[in-house]
């Protein structure tokens, strides 16, 4: 699972992030982490989101944690959770990161916590969001060489050399006769002169760009406008310098697994595709996460294609649509694969419902949505597709409303699902003939937001003679 930035996210999805971001400039602390919770559990993968959910959620402890008492308590609420993680890891890590959140929402510096996202996010090849919790370890337990070791390393592989020399010197100086960290040190130190060299150094080698600048803001937004290029060259560094190391290692799982994502980053598909081939040759073989990246690389190479159509071609249109029926037909095909190995897998089979509701076949969407109902975490998002189902035909709409209901009994924040909820809750009501109690529905989001959907021309066009 790739991390991603906001433009890489769905409309609906961006929305709600900068939501967020206007709750918490307000001090609108709660709100503000409940829609970012909302966006993480749709978008895992995204960084810049889960940072801002840190900073919301450090805010609402006082950056402390609370006192000792507040601590224990949480600390004792949290240890089911913190287990129900631990078995998510191992076949859902996504699910895993959303528990450890749950946790963090009230202790920001459980660190339990952050140690399952740290394990979750390097199952998912998330090195960013590893970081963002490993730097919090490093500051809770300095002197945790395990801790450091893993920090340095994490900010080596995002291309934050000097940052992981600095933790690296650091922790060697606390175990100054520590063999492994001192290869771990000379080995980012190598790492750093090849990756940064090419953008720090001036143009005669001299220094780097932050010892000319004596402003740090100005240094900062220098930075900033040279990430992106910096980050593509740092990426055909990386892919050279792993690549030379495959013949001494072509059983080198980690290795082949950051060949295929940085492939994946250049749009490279068949030769990402080609890595991930190779790890199922190993004898790590394949795995649930294995499969879903290959399957989410298949559809972003769809994706590409299509967006690379030319618009004013007479042919685009018929082309792309073709593209997005092999594209459908394919996820289809390959999670039922999965859910086939994984049948207990209850995000599989949420994503298998979802799939077949896309496809239009709403029967064999609703047996895997009836199943995906028992994840805690799937639950509300399965009752609400499972509506939607429902009110495919006239004959189940009352299972629908019962649906809907169901899922808004769970939802006491009035967030952007429960919007949706309520939206589909009164648009059932009002197919069948129920405007007055459809009305209802429908005020209860003018309230709040007049311009969802439509909304208000619902409300406003509203004859109690009809």
């Known amino acids: 699972m790739a991390e991603k930035s906001l433009n890489e996210l769905p409309r609906d999805v961006r929305a709600l992030y900068n ?3 206007e709750a918490l400039s307000r001090e609108n602390i709660d709100y503000a982490i409940d ?8 978008e895992p993968g995204f960084y810049e989101c889960r940072k801002a959910l840190r900073i919301a959620q450090l805010q609402r402890s006082g950056g402390g944690g609370g006192g000792f008492l507040k601590r224990m308590l949480s600390g004792a609420s949290a240890s089911p959770l913190l287990a129900k993680g631990q078995v998510a890891l ?3 890590p996504a699910g895993a990161l959303q528990i450890a959140e749950q946790v963090l929402n009230h202790d920001p510096n459980s660190s339990a916590a952050h140690k399952l996202i740290v394990e979750a996010a390097r199952t998912l090849q998330m090195p960013r969001t590893a970081v963002l919790s490993l730097e919090l370890l490093v500051k809770f337990s300095p002197r945790d060489k395990d801790v450091a070791l893993k920090l340095g390393n994490a900010l080596a592989e995002i291309g934050e050399g000097q940052h992981a020399e600095r933790v690296l010197v650091e922790i060697c100086r606390l175990y100054p006769r520590d063999a492994e960290l001192a290869q771990a040190l000379k080995d980012v130190s190598a790492r750093k002169t090849m990756d940064e060299g090419g953008y720090e150094a001036l143009a005669d080698g001299t220094g780097s760009y932050r010892d000319i600048l004596k402003d740090k803001e100005e240094a900062i ?3 900033q406008q040279n990430r992106q290029v910096k980050s593509e060259d ?5 892919i050279l310098e792993y690549e030379a190391r495959l013949p001494n290692e072509p059983n080198n799982v980690k290795l082949l697994r950051s060949l295929a994502e940085l492939y994946r980053q250049k749009n490279q598909f068949d030769a990402a595709l080609g890595y991930y081939e190779r790890i199922k040759q190993t004898d790590v073989g394949s795995d649930a996460a294995l499969d879903q990246a290959i399957a989410e690389t298949v559809g972003r190479k769809y994706d590409y294609q299509i967006s690379q159509l030319e618009p004013a071609a007479p042919e685009s249109a018929e082309r792309a649509a073709a593209l997005r029926a092999e594209k459908q037909a394919y996820l289809l095909a390959e999670c039922k694969k999965r859910v086939e190995r994984f049948p207990t897998d209850l995000q ?4 298998l419902g979802e799939l077949y509701f896309q496809a239009g076949k709403i029967s064999e969407a609703i047996q895997e949505l009836q199943k995906a109902q028992n994840n805690p975490h799937r639950r509300v998002a399965a009752l609400n597709m499972l509506g939607q189902c429902f009110a495919k035909r006239k004959p189940t709409w009352d299972m629908a409303v019962r649906s809907f209901q169901n899922a808004l ?5 009035f967030d952007e699902e429960k919007k949706e909820l309520i939206y589909n809750l009164g648009s059932v009501l009002e197919a069948m003939g129920k405007k007055a109690e459809a009305l209802e529905q429908f005020k209860l989001i003018y309230e709040v937001d007049i311009g969802y959907k439509d909304v208000m021309a619902k409300v406003d066009s509203f004859d109690p003679a009809q």
Request: hydrophobic share 40%; aromatic share 6%.
């Open 348 to 351: 599989l089979r949420f994503d």
């Open 19 to 21: 939501k967020g971001n």
């Open 90 to 92: 191992r076949t859902d």
């Open 221 to 223: 937004s220098l930075e």
């Open 234 to 238: 740092v990426n055909a560094r990386l």
């Open 409 to 413: 009994k769970e939802k006491p924040v």
């Open 35 to 42: 829609l970012f919770n909302q966006v993480l559990a749709r």
